[in-house]
């Protein structure tokens, strides 16, 4: 049985979670790459080369399809060293413009989803004093406008980062969580193609432009390294320097 270190990454088809594969193979992990959608979980197998990948397709919010990604990843690499929950999707609209389908789908993935995959990693995670680390955003720390469902799963995310990381620090397992702000991914694609929008953006990020998902991963790497042991519960914000504001303008 290989005793390279494994980590399994949820969402990893693209954006942030592709970077996030190539960052922990990089550093000599076995990746597990988790998505829904097989082509781009393969288009990253082969970008990171399919010796150091396990690719389990899959939805997050349903509960066989979560039993199926740990039991594989155990049945395949016999460990489990880190979690990464990157998987996500956005709802945007304002409450009378959301229905409630959409409301439970954003909580199904963004939250619930989170908590299979947690809930059902724990009994792994605890034989190797593992990490987790979450995908949350600076929308779980503040308000955005016409956001709020997206909001409010990215805020229960941060709490249960929090908690569980309290919970479980006995086990020997720490729980952080990364909070981006706009970054060159899909999700951010409408945003950064709209010029009225990034000149918005740039006034607020003091670095002046987006996120890279490279720099992303590079924090969710530092969190479940051993140079992180002595954090567990805190939420890093990767955002240039956004939330360092208190919303006043520039004088």
Known sequence: M???KVVIITGSGSGMGRATAKRFANDGYKVVLN???KSKLEKVSEEIGKENCLIVQGDISKPEDVENLINTTIKEFGRLDVLVNNAGVFAGGTIDQVSLEDFNNVFAINVTGNFL???TALPHLE???GSIVNVSSVSGMGGDWGAFAYDATKGALNQMTKALALDFAPKGIRVNAVAPSLTD????EGAMEDDDTM???KKRIAMGRAGKPEEVADVIAFLASDN????TGSIIPVDGGLTASNGQPRL
């Not at 991914?185 to 951010?188: H, K």
Request: cysteine-free; overall charge positive; hydrophobic content about 25%.
């Open 2 to 4: 290989d005793k390279k």
């Open 35 to 37: 998505g829904r959608t």
């Open 117 to 119: 995959t947690i809930k």
């Open 127 to 129: 034989k190797t004093k």
């Open 185 to 188: 991914t899909e999700m951010g």
């Open 199 to 201: 000149k918005e953006f």
């Open 228 to 231: 992180a042991r002595f954090v």
